[in-house]
């Protein structure tokens, strides 16, 4: 089996604790982001849900601040 050069890499995809470990959370935060629509975007695969690396990442960098007076991107 040989690696394509020009064939994009398949994302890594995280389990909800794997998830939460990443991102330094609780997996009961990411459960509760889920219900109010305020986290990471997620993938169910029946009754698993999955959270692709590059949504956590872009996800976390929406959420970058300088100031506490700053407001979120709405």
Same mark, same amino acid.
């Given at each position: 089996?040989?690696?394509d050069p020009e064939k994009p890499a398949r994302p890594v995809y995280l389990d909800s604790k794997q998830a939460a *470990?990443?991102?330094?959370l609780k997996p009961n935060?990411?459960?509760k982001m889920r219900i109010y629509g305020n986290g990471p975007v997620y993938r169910?695969?029946?009754? #698993?849900?999955?959270?692709?690396q590059?949504?956590?990442?872009a996800w976390s960098d #929406?959420?970058?601040r *300088?100031?506490?007076s700053e *407001?979120?991107?709405e």
């Open positions: 089996m040989t690696d *470990q990443y991102l330094g935060t990411l459960a169910k695969h029946g009754f #698993r849900v999955f959270y692709a590059a949504d956590l990442d #929406r959420s970058s *300088q100031s506490t *407001q979120p991107d």
